[in-house]
């Protein structure tokens, strides 16, 4: 299969249509749009990251987003980042963009001098894309409605085996529900 997109950072005029983007790949009930929104006005020690996936035509197919979080250490609160959300529209998917938008998003992060990159998702697709599962890593839960399996990270150039503790969402994440992988 032909690779017919690239990933790029996202720029204003791709707003509405990542609202699009999400929208599609999780029903407008969701809310997702609306966090994205508001992750992009957070201000916080590293940079708000958003890649879009854009189709040869010139449509966008897909968006992920990295933020900032933290890890409550033994002595103090260590910098990470959160991937989410991550979607990709319906008649787009399982044609490797977001696999893509994953790839990118850890190139971005581990630029960006973060030691870890944490998500709540699928382990099947994620663990196959360099995530793993948090717990056994000596990293908590921030809630116990994130079904065990589905709290990951990835290990990052910086990444230091002595960092463990709770993992700590930005209060954005609080805000719009914590806790929404199924």
């Given at each position: 299969?032909?690779?017919?997109?690239?990933?790029?950072?996202?720029?204003?005029?791709?707003?509405?249509?990542?609202?699009?983007?999400?929208?599609?790949?999780?029903?407008?009930?969701?809310?997702?749009?609306?966090?994205?929104?508001?992750?992009?006005?957070?201000?916080?020690?590293?940079?708000?990251?958003?890649?879009?996936?854009?189709?040869?035509?010139?449509?966008?197919?897909?968006?992920?987003?990295?933020?900032?979080?933290?890890?409550?250490?033994?002595?103090?609160?260590?910098?990470?980042?959160?991937?989410?959300?991550l979607g990709v529209v319906p008649t787009s998917q399982k044609q490797g963009i977001g696999t893509?938008?994953?790839?990118?998003?850890?190139?971005?992060a581990d630029k960006a001098g973060a030691p870890l990159l944490f998500l709540e998702g699928s382990?099947?697709?994620?663990?196959?894309?360099?995530?793993?599962?948090?717990?056994?890593?000596?990293?908590?839960?921030p809630s116990r409605r994130i079904p065990e399996n589905a709290f990951q990270v990835a290990k990052?150039?910086?990444?230091?085996?002595?960092?463990?503790?709770?993992?700590?969402?930005?209060?954005?994440?609080?805000?719009?529900?914590?806790?929404?992988?199924?």
């Open positions: 299969m032909s690779k017919n997109y690239t990933v790029r950072c996202e720029n204003a005029a791709d707003h509405c249509a990542i609202r699009r983007v999400h929208d599609a790949a999780f029903g407008s009930e969701e809310g997702i749009p609306e966090m994205v929104d508001d992750l992009r006005n957070q201000d916080t020690l590293f940079a708000t990251e958003s890649l879009v996936a854009e189709h040869s035509d010139g449509e966008l197919v897909g968006h992920v987003m990295l933020s900032h979080a933290w890890v409550d250490g033994d002595k103090a609160l260590i910098d990470v980042m959160v991937l989410s959300p893509a938008l994953v790839v990118a998003a850890l190139e971005a382990p099947t697709f994620y663990g196959s894309r360099g995530f793993e599962k948090a717990i056994p890593l000596g990293f908590h839960r990052l150039s910086k990444y230091d085996a002595s960092i463990s503790g709770a993992f700590v969402y930005h209060d954005v994440h609080w805000r719009h529900g914590v806790g929404l992988y199924r």
